[in-house]
């Protein structure tokens, strides 16, 4: 009668290994996907405050270009009044 309690036993423990065997490996599989799914979602986190940073770096760029350009049009402007006023001085002295 121990030998088969014994027999009993083993088998018990066989099928439990079997079945901690199965679990371990799904659970082990769906670890490691989650973990790939969290690498992606950094990633992309990543790459998306990366792509914010420089379309800010753009916007300052083109925000100085045209300051630059405004302040440049407004000298042009200065100048062609300038101009104008010497123009307006010749023909009155002429006239």
Sequence with gaps: MSGGL???????L???SMYLYAYGTTNYAE?????VRQRKRAKAKEKEQRIKVEMAERQKQREEQYR??????LE????LKRLEK?????YKVEA
């Design 68 to 73: 630059i350009a405004n302040t440049r049009s």
């Design 31 to 35: 670890k490691r996907a989650e973990k």
């Design 86 to 90: 010497l123009k307006q001085k010749l």
């Design 76 to 79: 042009i402007q200065k100048e």
């Design 14 to 16: 066989f099928f439990l």
């Design 6 to 12: 014994i027999l009993l036993g083993v088998m018990a």
